[in-house]
């Protein structure tokens, strides 16, 4: 390994957002990285509407400034998000604040991979598949920043948490450009969970994310789905993808560093993984030009998903009056003042309370295995 920051050689595999998160934090430190691609352009292959969920940046109150401050990563929203519309089978609430953002994803110059790649120098390398082992060996670093679990677990550092299938459309219609909707219900989304994102008035994000659904049966669901909640949306571009959301460790096997989804920075709970892959592709770049700890560094990130994982176990046995149960809760007014008023980290009290109650009931194991099965306390 080189001393000057400067002359290190790093590869990073994936154009994505975690990928060229952690280009722009190396261009600061004066490293142009190599960055690969396979497609012919960034960006995800479809478009649709996705959040920043405020909540997740706990104790901090806003994502987006967040990622200016500490990350010196700029992304230019789609609008704010001030409203979220919960659905349970019985019961419907809405909740509203100041609740993060919404976002664009996908090839069009607004989304958030194409807004990093105008603030990079840096050459992509298209239309490229790169092999991890063969840059390894030419270059100092290697970040794996490839959206998928393949190499994580080649090195045996992956294990799945979390694999639904989703199916998503662009919808037309009327919507509020600033409300997000929610829905459970186990007929139609089993233990997953349904969505609209809208991207303005007129047209929206919608999906449906079902627990152990194939490429085969989602379809089926889908059907269902639009024949419960009755909606007459104009529907463009249907698309479905396995999600894969697991925990990896170590995040650095000598000179490899797993950033985004690749490093399993994908909550469980409802697959939110923005924050966390931006975030990872910019810390993964510190580590790299100040010689630390990738591991180390990565502390703060990887407890958002070792709390979140008891809220995903607990979903995983839900039912649907546990739903209705769940949405008339969250909107019953001391827990909106609470949650959604004030800065408290609701995440990890409500975390901690389903890991008291599952071990109450025998139903989890003594330690949350999430994130680091071997050294980490
Ligand atoms: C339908 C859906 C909705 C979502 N909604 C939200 C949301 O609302 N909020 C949230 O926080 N998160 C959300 N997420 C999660 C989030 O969008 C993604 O997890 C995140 O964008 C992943 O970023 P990444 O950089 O890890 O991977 P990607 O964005 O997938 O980028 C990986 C890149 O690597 C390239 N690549 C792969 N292998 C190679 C190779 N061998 N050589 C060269 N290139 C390669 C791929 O072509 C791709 O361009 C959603 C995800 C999906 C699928």
């Known amino acids: 390994m080189k001393g000057v920051s400067g002359s290190l050689r790093v590869a990073i595999i994936g154009a994505g957002i975690s990928g060229l998160a952690c280009a722009i934090e190396l261009e600061r430190h004066g490293i142009t990285p190599d960055i690969f691609e396979q497609r012919h352009r960034v960006g995800e292959l479809f478009t649709h509407s996705a959040v920043f969920l405020q909540i997740m940046s706990r104790p901090i109150k806003d994502p987006v400034n967040e990622l200016r401050k500490d990350y010196g990563i700029i992304v230019e929203p ?3 998000l001030k409203k979220i519309i919960m659905h349970a089978p019985n019961v419907t609430g809405a909740v509203t604040g100041n609740m993060g953002y919404l976002v664009h994803l996908g090839q069009a110059t ?17 239309n490229t598949k790169a092999e991890y082992a063969a840059l390894a060996r030419e270059y100092d670093y290697v970040i794996v920043a490839t959206g998928n679990n393949q190499v994580a677990k080649i090195l045996g550092c992956w294990q799945d948490v979390y694999t639904p299938w989703v199916m998503g459309a ?9 409300a997000m909707q929610m829905w459970l219900n186990t007929e139609y989304a089993k233990t997953g969970y349904a969505y609209l994102t809208p991207f303005n008035h007129k047209s929206a994000t919608m999906a449906l994310v ?4 194939t490429r085969e049966t989602i379809g089926d669901y889908w059907k269902r789905f639009w024949q419960v909640e009755k909606f007459d949306y104009q529907v463009n571009n249907i698309w479905d993808l396995q999600h894969n959301s697991g925990s990896v460790y170590p995040h650095q096997v000598g000179n490899i560093l797993f ?3 690749a490093g399993g920075f994908v909550e469980p709970t409802l697959g939110f993984a923005l924050l966390a892959g931006i975030k990872s592709g910019v ?10 700890s990738y591991e180390e560094l990565l ?3 990887k407890k958002t998903n070792r709390l979140t994982l008891p809220i995903r176990k607990s ?4 039912q649907n009056k546990d739903y209705d149960h769940l949405i008339a809760l969250l909107i019953a007014p001391v827990i909106k003042q609470l949650t959604y008023n004030t800065n408290i980290d609701s995440l990890k009290i409500v975390a901690s309370l389903l890991n008291i109650y599952d071990r109450y009931l025998g139903a989890a194991p003594k330690k949350i295995e999430s994130g680091d099965r071997r050294n980490d306390p």
Not at 170 to 178: E, H, I, R
Not at 315 to 318: E, G, I, T, V, W
């Open 78 to 80: 789609l609008n704010k």
């Open 110 to 126: 607004k989304s958030v991979a194409c807004q990093f790649l105008a603030q990079i120098k840096s050459p992509v390398h298209y």
């Open 170 to 178: 662009t919808v037309q219609g009327s919507f509020d450009p600033c």
């Open 210 to 213: 079902v627990t152990g659904a």
């Open 259 to 261: 950033a985004g989804n």
């Open 283 to 292: 810390i993964a770049a510190r580590a790299i030009v100040k010689g630390k």
């Open 299 to 301: 502390e703060k990130l």
């Open 315 to 318: 979903l995983n046995r839900a």
